[in-house]
């Protein structure tokens, strides 16, 4: 788990998420009301698709400009999949791999305090088995 927990007000602007990823070098933001509370997630994917490039058509000049202002509360995805510090790593692995997601917020008593990633599974494997000790099979025909 990745803490402490790396979180954007939904006030915050498209620009200024994105910013936020870059400098902390992830890939996926929780959403959190004034007072704390998860109230949606970002990602790195969603702001790619939503923004428009500075060199778009100048037709879309304003699309633009209307985007840069564009608080997270408005495009954010609200429905959350979270887990809790005691869920089992497996059991986290399989809800990314089900539901074809790279990330999920962890919550402690209502509040984000920490991301569990897919790189974080693979750290946990690479810490936990060297390669001597692995053997993968790649489709036995």
Do not use: W
Request: proline content about 6%; aromatic content about 4%.
């Amino acid at each position: 788990m990745t803490t402490p927990a790396i979180v954007a007000l939904e006030t915050t602007t498209l620009p200024a998420a994105r910013r936020l990823l870059q400098e902390q070098q992830i890939r996926r933001l929780p959403v959190v009301n004034a007072g704390g509370a998860l109230v949606g997630i970002i990602t790195e994917g969603d702001i790619n698709r939503i923004s428009a490039s500075p060199a778009t058509d100048v037709r879309d000049y304003n699309l633009y400009h209307r985007v840069a202002d564009l608080p997270l509360r408005d495009c954010m995805t609200r429905e959350v999949i979270t887990v809790t510090p005691e869920t089992p790593i497996v059991t986290v692995a399989m809800i990314l791999r089900d539901r074809k997601i790279g990330g999920v917020p962890v919550m402690d008593d209502g509040y984000v305090v920490g991301m569990i990633t897919e790189n974080d599974l693979f750290n946990l494997l690479i810490c936990e088995y060297d390669q001597s000790n692995i053997a993968i099979m790649f489709g036995a025909g």
